[in-house]
């Protein structure tokens, strides 16, 4: 009889860890790059460490947290280093022009446009790479000034139907900094959200354009691109509609949910 409970225990742990394997295996890989070679948000250890929890809390990914560029590449690494094929997506917050090369930089279209792989940026990631105009094409603009620095921005969601806007009401506000952003086409992205500019100085200084946008998602050749201007402070990968946008932006990206990236101009 002990004999008998011992073998089923032992096919019961192994049934265990045969699923544990296969969930871990199941579960979608994130590469987080935090690289500041320009000006030092606070906020990028904020953001994540939120992209690594909520990996975590939802069970759907794990995040590889670098600070550098080496894993930009499909060129294989030694040392257990992962490259771009062993991801599913890619998020961005970074600044200015970080170090890669032009095999990296192909490297990183190609695993967007033609593996119909996930990237997603926040905040500075407009900021960024100025140099390269493909990347620019590819998240769709670059930063142009903060005109009203960071204060209590009125924010107005156009499309509550996409994955992770339902979070937010029509319109609500936040603490933050909003960027202009210049090389972009609206007849490109799907708008998700604006800066209101009905409820803000739209004279003040260095104020260049009529429409602020925030957040946008668009299909770049076979891939998902998601980026939200939003998280320069701190305070707001606390919140808890933003950490759920997240979670459904990474979704999309991933393409583990569907989402309309139809421009809306």
């Not at 250890?45 to 590449?73: F, H, V």
């Not at 961005?92 to 119909?116: H, N, Y």
């Not at 708008?191 to 260095?206: E, I, Q, R, S």
């Amino acid at each position: 009889m002990k004999r008998f409970q011992w073998i089923m225990t032992g096919i019961l742990c192994a049934a265990m860890m045969v699923a544990v394997s296969a969930q871990d295996k199941a579960k979608k890989k994130l590469l987080v790059i935090g690289m500041s070679a320009g000006f030092q948000h606070d906020s990028v250890s904020d953001a994540m460490g939120t992209l690594y929890k909520l990996g975590k809390e939802t069970g759907l990914w794990d995040a590889y947290l670098r600070t550098d560029t080496q894993l930009i590449t499909k060129k294989k690494l030694s040392g257990n280093a992962k490259n771009l094929t062993f991801f599913d997506a890619i998020f961005f917050m970074t600044t200015g022009d970080i170090p890669l090369d032009d095999q990296q930089k192909a490297d990183l279209l190609s695993f967007v446009r033609e593996d119909g792989k996930g990237f997603l940026g926040a905040h500075n990631a407009t900021d960024t790479l100025y140099s390269w105009p493909e990347y620019g094409e590819m998240i769709g603009g670059y930063f142009d000034l903060h005109p009203w620095n960071t204060f209590k921005a009125p924010v107005k969601v156009l499309d509550r139907r996409f994955p992770g806007m339902e979070n937010f009401p029509d319109n609500f506000e936040i603490q933050d900094e909003i960027y202009q952003t210049k090389n972009f086409f609206p007849e490109k992205v799907r708008l998700l959200m604006t800066l209101d500019t009905a409820k803000v100085d739209m004279k003040a200084k260095n104020v260049k354009y009529e429409q602020i946008p925030i957040t946008w998602a668009k299909q770049y050749g076979k891939g998902r691109v998601f980026y939200c201007g939003l998280g320069h402070l701190p305070q707001a990968w606390e919140r808890q509609d933003f950490q759920k946008m997240w979670v459904e932006a990474v979704k999309w990206a991933m393409g583990l949910i569907p989402g309309d990236a139809t421009p809306n101009p």
